[in-house]
């Protein structure tokens, strides 16, 4: 009788860690598209953006961790990277992320960011984007390529009132394409950018 009860109570906690998992993915959905919300309207702000297409599409980044000996080496800064291939966010790089020389991100999100692998795809609702030029990059042409934006889907704090996002301007002709990242905070309602980074050039 024992036995079977401690089975009972193993069936128990693996739903409610399953059930916790699935909300917490509809609620980081939901936070995405209001993320998403702040992003576009900065991008308004600036004349040269806001001419430019924004993907609907957005990118999944995949978060590692260095392998250290040392505990109190500092983390090791990413290279720059290639926009065309899939993006690596380090924990220790998210950790080491500062805002006025205080940690923005705390230790417990860690395994929170090394969790966050979800692999579905995401795309921004149409409704966002009122009369901003979009592209599906599923039907775009590398033949025929034009100037456009692109998001990455965010990664959220343990909490889910902080995130960091990385927005890609991928430009033609003379132009350097370019990439920042982005950490913002849920305030209120309202998720607001925190700080700006250049990420990578070209």
Not at 29 to 57: A, G, R, V
Not at 65 to 72: D, G, H, I, L
Not at 118 to 145: A, D
Request: net charge positive; glycine share 2%.
């Amino acid at each position: 009788m024992s036995k079977f009860f401690f089975i009972l109570i193993i069936v128990f906690l693996s739903c409610s860690k399953n059930n916790t998992e699935i909300c917490d993915d509809k609620l980081r959905k939901k936070e995405t598209i209001e993320i998403t919300k702040t992003i576009l309207f900065y991008l308004d702000q600036d004349s040269t953006s806001k001419k430019l297409p924004i993907s609907i599409n957005l990118q999944r980044l995949s978060v590692a961790s260095y392998y250290k000996n040392n505990a109190n080496s500092n983390p090791i800064k990413l290279e720059m990277v290639n926009p065309k291939q899939n993006r690596i966010v380090t924990i220790e790089n998210l950790l080491h992320a500062s805002v006025n020389e205080n940690q923005f991100f705390s230790n417990s999100d860690s395994l929170n960011f090394f969790e966050q692998k979800c692999t579905s795809s995401f795309k921004i609702p149409v409704n966002l984007l009122k009369n901003r030029k979009s592209v599906n990059l599923e039907n775009h042409s590398k033949r025929n390529q034009k100037p456009y934006i692109k998001l990455s889907y965010p990664i959220f704090s343990r909490k889910n009132d902080k995130a960091y996002i990385e927005i890609d301007f991928h430009l033609t002709g003379n132009e350097h394409s370019y990439g920042n990242s982005i950490l913002l905070e849920k305030i209120g309602p309202t998720w607001k950018i925190i700080k700006f980074q250049s990420n990578w050039d070209t």
